[in-house]
């Protein structure tokens, strides 16, 4: 079973503005997005990566340079590949608005609490952006898997919002429970799918070393297994 490292882009100018960029062109990394996306890359490169996927949007695309340019420092080469169906939730008409205007908006209290009816004005539902993710995740993660073998490890790059309802599938959590989930800028989770069900090793992470991908996953985890790296363990 493949591995999938989903990373969210660094803080932008947006983010820093309080500003729902959604897909609105030229917003990009700030200084301390930048510093992020560095700092990811750095732990990222422990990796051996075979794929990198990124949403359209610009800040992604930065965010998987910094990657790129890690990894050749090193000698080796990475690529980056576009999946337009890891870009930014369609927020609509909603799209470039302050946070704290949206935040007066019936439709705001909707997408607190019940995720899986809103649908933003001019844009598209929750429900749309979650299944267009995951079928993006799952379908890359079976391609990766079938070229590089089932120790593989990919990354994709994406937003806040496609990240939590990818992990909220994972988790087998309904839509409406996604906000209780959180990820910040430039952080990485990481899902492993398998054949019964996808298990989720890392969430909202910021900090540590990724070396452990590099070693063949343990053979089971009946009563909590012995960490990566080690062996099936039957008995807690």
């Known amino acids: 079973m493949a591995t999938v490292i989903l990373q969210r882009h660094g803080r932008t100018t947006a983010n820093a503005g ?56 090193s000698g080796r080469a990475l690529t980056v590949e576009t999946e337009e169906r890891l870009a930014e939730c369609d927020y609509g008409d909603w799209q470039g608005r302050l946070l704290k205007d949206l935040a007066g908006e019936d439709l705001w209290k909707v997408v607190q609490r019940q995720p899986s009816a809103a649908v933003f004005p001019g844009g598209e539902s929750l429900r749309t952006m979650q299944r267009r993710a995951v079928d993006a995740v799952r379908e890359r993660d079976a391609a990766v898997e079938a070229a590089h073998g089932e120790h593989a490890v990919w990354l994709a ?62 053979g089971g985890d009946v009563g909590g297994g012995a960490g990566p790296g080690g062996p099936a363990t039957a008995t807690s």
Not at 26 to 47: I, K, P
Not at 172 to 183: N, S
């Open 18 to 73: 309080g500003v729902l960029a959604g897909r609105t062109p030229g917003v990009r990394l700030d200084e301390t997005g930048q510093g992020q996306a560095r700092d990811a890359a750095a732990r990222l490169s422990a990796v051996p990566l075979v794929a990198v996927a990124s949403s359209p949007q610009e800040r992604c695309a930065e965010t998987a340079a910094h990657v790129v340019e890690a990894f050749a420092a």
């Open 157 to 218: 790059v994406t937003h806040g919002d496609i990240v939590k309802a990818v992990l909220a599938d994972a988790l087998g959590m309904h839509l409406d429970l996604f906000q209780r989930l959180h990820a910040d800028p430039a952080s990485l989770t990481i899902i492993r799918y398998g054949d019964t069900r996808p298990v989720v090793l890392q969430a909202n992470s910021h900090a540590g070393d990724l070396s452990w991908l590099d070693r063949p996953p343990a």
